[in-house]
């Protein structure tokens, strides 16, 4: 494939406290300093209706929806993310970085929700159809380290962050599980490391998958 025939949208994904917000951002900065067309988004999240169905799904019990009614949610909030903001983005030719994107729903309620990620794919195919991210990056850390980072920023949206240390290890499992089935796609980032350093590795990747020379610059985080 040419490098102007890739998609150009990347995805920041890993488990919760994983440093993808300060990664994205600084993605987003390298992009804009060397004068690209760029917008960064979220999932769940990214379009001011999924902003909206965010707001369900991130906060209050854990227990209020089971994995399959929290599938369903996720894919509502997917599509009008996809149909207002990523699509006719990638139309303008502009880049896409998205904190978060699919491989969240196959990690979360895919494998550690139980639903299975042939579930996930079926409703992934009726939703999204053939559309994929060209590359996505998974920061890896042991689970338990992300989570009281995260626990840290003692925000509201803290809904999935109260489920079971279990089932946030399956989480990070089933990323790296995710990851090996298709190593043009994926690629795995220690997170357990320096920011700079997570962020130089991130670089390295993209520079490398789309033969770019994106450079580091420390902002505020
Ligand atoms: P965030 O804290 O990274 O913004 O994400 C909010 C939570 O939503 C996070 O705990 C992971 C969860 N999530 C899913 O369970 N499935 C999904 O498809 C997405 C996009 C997020």
Do not use: C
């Amino acid at each position: 494939m040419k490098d102007s025939d890739k998609t150009r949208m990347i995805v920041i994904d890993g488990v919760d406290g994983s440093g993808k917000g300060v990664q994205s951002r600084r993605m987003l900065e390298a992009f804009v300093r060397a004068g690209f067309d760029v917008i960064l988004t979220r999932e769940p999240g990214g379009s001011p209706a999924a902003e909206d169905v965010r707001k369900l799904l991130v906060e209050g019990d854990p227990e209020k929806w089971d994995s399959m009614t929290e599938l369903m949610l996720m894919y509502a909030s997917r599509r009008s993310h996809l149909r207002d903001t990523i699509w006719p983005a990638l139309a303008q030719g502009k880049w896409v970085i998205s904190d978060r994107y699919a491989d969240s729903s196959r990690a979360f309620q895919g494998i550690a929700g139980e639903l299975g990620l042939e579930t996930v794919e079926k409703i992934h195919h009726i939703v999204v159809g053939d559309f994929e991210p060209e590359l996505v990056l998974i920061l890896d850390l042991p689970e338990s380290i992300g989570l009281d980072r995260a626990n840290q920023r003692g925000d509201q949206e803290n809904r999935f962050e109260m489920k079971s240390s279990e089932y946030h290890a399956k989480v990070r499992a089933a990323y790296l599980q995710i990851a090996s089935s298709n190593h043009q796609r994926y690629q795995v980032i220690d997170a357990n490391q320096e920011i700079d350093q997570v962020s130089e590795a991130l670089l390295e990747v993209v520079n490398r998958h789309f033969d770019l020379k994106l450079a580091l610059t420390k902002i505020k985080q």
